[in-house]
């Protein structure tokens, strides 16, 4: 892929908004995600994506019907999930969700599926954490052939047998784009190469290029299996402002109490500003003014021989305007500048 055609896109958690001082409700927040669909369309980015999260001031619980919802305003850019625990769904309702959703939008749809790494879904929906791994394989290998193959007939260990099943309304041949979400395991990496699918690294902590092995052990295996070269992408956490000086102190302001409970909840570190202005000056945090943020997002393109790069754009309380400014600099300005810097040394996408 050419540095003119490297993908932006942002990724949403529908983690509940402030306006003015004041905490967005719910459904506050639902209507501001779809208003910021088309704002990143109009700044020009590649795809907007919604996570899967059961928690307390989130709103991304059913991910198809926002998606749906920015479909019918917007045209051009694509739609997706940053993550879709597919463990806790099942992938026949979510074939139809996206088979329709990929008719609304008239062929916008795509997805990112992962094994969770918050599992609140898998006692919600009643699947036991013990068959984690199980789950996600035999789910992926159904919803694979659903879209694959003109009718299914399929058995296993967590849902009802299929018989000559061929479900409405169909895909486009082939299928959506259907990502595997990496967090780190290279099981996962393998799992990607053998179905042909392509990558998307989680690098949300430490330095990015740590995850170079990871993806020369894709490549490595995807010509093992015998089928062609995928894309690989990014997902990281950040905030674009006009100065370095106001992204980092925006950010710092509510990433630190969204860090700290994780800590409590997860037993990670404490977030010390120390640890904090590490993730930003060469760790997996990408906050500062757009150029600060293009040469770090270009150097992890080059790392990584990258072909898209998503950035998780809201955190906890972060004010509307915050976000927006974000959008509007992740596409007017970030993304041409990375653009211009690959072209000049160009990183092997």
Do not use: C
Not at 146 to 170: C, I, K
Not at 239 to 259: F, G, H, K, S
Not at 311 to 334: F, Q
């Amino acid at each position: 892929m050419s540095a003119s055609t490297f993908e932006f896109g942002l990724n949403s958690f529908g983690e509940v908004a402030t306006d003015g001082g004041r905490t967005l409700d719910d459904a506050e927040t639902v209507r501001l995600l779809v208003e910021e669909a088309g704002r990143a369309e109009a700044a020009g980015l590649d795809v907007f994506s919604i996570g899967e999260h059961y928690r307390p001031d989130h709103v991304d619980t059913s991910t198809p019907v926002l998606l749906s919802a920015m479909a019918a305003t917007t045209e051009r850019i694509r739609l997706g999930t940053s993550v879709t625990v597919l463990s806790t769904n099942d992938p026949v309702r979510l074939f139809h969700d996206f088979s329709t959703l990929d008719a609304v939008s008239n062929g916008r749809a795509q997805l990112v599926l992962g094994r969770a790494s918050a599992t609140e879904s898998f006692p919600l929906f009643g699947y036991d954490l013990a068959d984690y791994e199980q789950l996600f394989d035999e789910k992926l290998e159904l919803f694979l052939r659903l879209q694959r193959e003109e009718t299914v007939t399929w058995s296993g260990a967590f849902r009802a047998p299929l018989a000559e099943h061929r479900p409405h309304p169909r895909m486009r041949p082939g299928g959506i784009p259907t990502w595997i979400g990496v967090g780190g395991s290279p099981h996962s990496v393998l799992r990607a190469a053998r179905h042909g699918l392509p990558m998307m690294l989680a690098t949300i902590g430490g330095r990015p290029e740590r995850f170079a092995g990871h993806v020369a052990l894709f490549h490595r295996a995807l010509q093992e299996s015998g089928h062609a070269p995928q894309p690989i992408g990014q997902h990281s956490l950040g905030l674009i402002a006009d100065t370095d000086e106001e992204a980092v102190e925006t950010w710092w302001r509510y990433w630190e109490p969204v860090v700290a409970a994780l800590a409590e909840e997860r037993g990670f570190y404490a977030p010390t500003r120390e640890r904090y202005e590490a993730e930003v000056d060469h760790g997996a945090l990408y906050v500062g003014s757009p150029e600060t943020v293009a040469r770090k997002i270009a150097k992890s393109a080059r790392d990584l021989r990258l072909s898209r790069f998503d950035l998780k754009y809201d955190i906890l309380h972060l004010p509307r305007e915050a976000r927006a400014r974000t959008i509007d600099l992740l596409g007017s300005e970030v993304a041409p500048r990375v653009r211009e810097l690959l072209t000049k040394e160009p990183s092997h996408v």
